[in-house]
């Protein structure tokens, strides 16, 4: 019975020798208070405080072992080795010293029935006496991580010319980049990833002074995301350098923008993009011990991995990166919001809802006055919903007189974010923008667009009609349809029989299917294009596309069908984008710990690229896996460079590498899973019984586990040193002669797990079967199948 240790095994005692156990687990995504939802497929570390009993006065290194079941079965990946074993245990902690708790990293899988087995101490060389190994063991779950979508980010990287000019402006490609640009909301967000990725074209040309506020560029922005297909979730705009403010938004709008100071930008465009959520400014601290999982943030501005409690919440306005975590409220609440849901960013590209009139303009909160800033006839907008009660602004569509649509729009005070870096300053300057209907149910035209005051500060009503003659407008280049160079100048000519004056939007198709916005909102009547930074030309396919407008009327005029001349060899699809998000370049990690794999793979022309297109690769240890996210822990030790090795479908290929050293140490016994012989004679009832790990010889150790179970039911574990079948309540009976029934409680998922049951003082067998109240039997009794285990010396 002494080798069945089933909790029972301990050794003799001694006032000298101390004695581990595992007090708490803590599976930390981002932030945790111990009830905060988990979300499958974001990394996590799970945090694991040892009770240290009889501390013998000298420093104790204890290593540990994490195994993941679901359902019952422990999952390929596992066991987890720590991230900083042995460390040294301490009576008591800090929980903002990382290195304080042993910690795992791992991807946790999408389940309701996920079950976390940490041991401390564990067999193998870093093994230390103690006093009981029967209290190694604590069990975490069953856990439920749930499923988030992967939101499409777009970012535009904004070409800033004040006033015009010839001379590039644009932000420095390093700091916005995917791996740099994303940290912050890879880290705060709850979602497992992004798709963070630039827009089709290189830059977006803005000439218009930014000083005073970024409603106009917002606007703008917006409209693109409108002229795109397909269209992405969110849109961003980088500023060069800084600005009197961090950034702006509209709240519940799809576009942002914010400046490219490294000490703020991050967590800027986290802040701007929690507006587009729908959140306002408020003055909380996250009142928790955060943790960047990944450690995004190591880049640019070297902050820790742990996140104070005084930090505050990305949504207190006027923040630097290092002030700045997530508070559990707006962590939590994402989680329902639509745009993060399963499936969101595949359901995104069809949702184009026909003709709609973008409306978009900018109040004076302080004079009233507004000004419009766009309005054009889009092709494909998505029509906006109603802000409700308490709007300051309300917009009306009629139709020869008929109201057509009201609109409420979302523009409370802090709508305008103007964060000033030291203080909560709104600047006055509301920006809106709305998508109508552009006619009626009985299909009659929009001939006037009203905006008048709502619920608030005084606003001077505008009223907006269709002027009697339309925009003419043509393209005067390129002349040929033939392209012989990457570069084209395009250019066009448009007037207005009643001197509106006209403000034009080009986009370029590359296959009559994708569009992608290149000079917007602007009176210019030309723009020089590089087609070599836009999605490839599909010979006989694509075109320019102009919108001219001068309000309610919009005229829309297409280029010839564009064909790559036989004599021009630059007609090629372009390589795709490869960015190493995880591990950074000079991390350095302890052999064994859990390596997260974690890349950004994008193509113009086939937009995001997953699996095998994606793939990781060690010049030491050779293929790694494939996908955006993976994970290992077998890397040897030594210094490695991690590629990142992206392939699109025209087979061209790109790569992002970084340098990682593994430490070598010792590890935990993880043992090769042995399973103890089934001997069958299972039912009544669904159960299964099963004891697998090491090979139960010395050392060694496996787990007992009974799945299957009717939930939170009585269950007694029948033990016996033969096999001697016979019928029993409706079932049979293997254990007989009956040593011992052990009584025990399944879970609220039927689950019975004894973890790290110890091997040795064999050769002896023990046959094992468990029988489970179950009121659905006929006896009431269900029955698990025998199993035979076999103890090793
Ligand atoms: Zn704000």
Sequence with gaps: MSALALGLGATGLSAQIPDFSVQTIDVNQAVQNGATTLVGEKT?????????TNDPGTPVFVDGLMRVFVDGEEVDDSPVYTDNGPYQVLVSINEGELDQTMNFTFIPPTSNNVTLSVEVNPAGPNQVPEQTAANNITIKGPLTFIALGRPDMAYAPVDYRLGGGSSPNPPDTALIEPGVGDNFIQGVYPVPDWDYRRIDAPTKLWTSSLNGGGSALNNSLTADLNLMVPKPQYIYGWIPGSLPYNGQSIINGVASMGNTQPIRHQRTFAHEVGHCTGLFHHNGSTGLWGVDVEHHLAITQV???????????????????????????????????????????????????????????????VTGQVQMTDMLTLPSGRLSDTAGDGSEIIVRAFAQGQIVRELAVATVSSSDCSDASDSDESSPLVGFNVNLPVRSAAGVPIDQVVIVQGNGRALSSLMLERSANAPRVAFVSPAAAQLDGDVLRVAWEGSDADGDELTYYLRYSRDGVQFSPIHTSTQDTSFTVNMKQLPALVDGQGFFELFATDGLNTTVVRSELLINAPSFAGGGGNPPWAHILTPDAGATLLEGATVILHGMAWDLEDKGLHGARVAWSSDLDGALGTGRRTSRNDLSAGDHVVTLTVTDSDGMVSTDTAAVTIVARDLPDAGTKICQLDLGFGGPGN????????????????????????????????????????????????????LAAQPHTTSVAGDVLLAGIPGGNGPMSFVLQFAIQDGAQPHGLDFSNAIQADFLP
Excluded at 704 to 712: D, E, K, R
Excluded at 716 to 736: D, E, H, Q, R, Y
């Design 303 to 365: 902050l820790p991995k742990i996140k104070p409690p005084t930090a505050k919440d990305i949504m207190v306005a006027g923040l630097l990166s290092h002030q700045a975590w997530v508070y559990l409220p707006n962590y939590t609440g994402w989680m329902s919001h639509p745009k993060f849901q399963p499936g969101i960013n595949a359901a995104s590209a069809g949702s184009d809802e026909g003709e709609t009139l973008f409306v978009a303009g900018i109040w004076n909160a």
């Design 44 to 52: 996590a570390i799970v945090r694991a405080t040892v009770r240290l």
């Design 687 to 738: 159960s299964t019984l099963s004891m697998c790990g090491g090979d139960l010889s010395s050392g060694t150790s496996a787990d007992l586990l009974l799945t299957g179970a009717a939930p939170n039911a009585s269950a007694w574990l029948v033990l016996s040193l033969s096999a001697a079948p016979m019928p029993f309540k409706g079932g049979t009976l293997v254990p007989i002669p009956v």
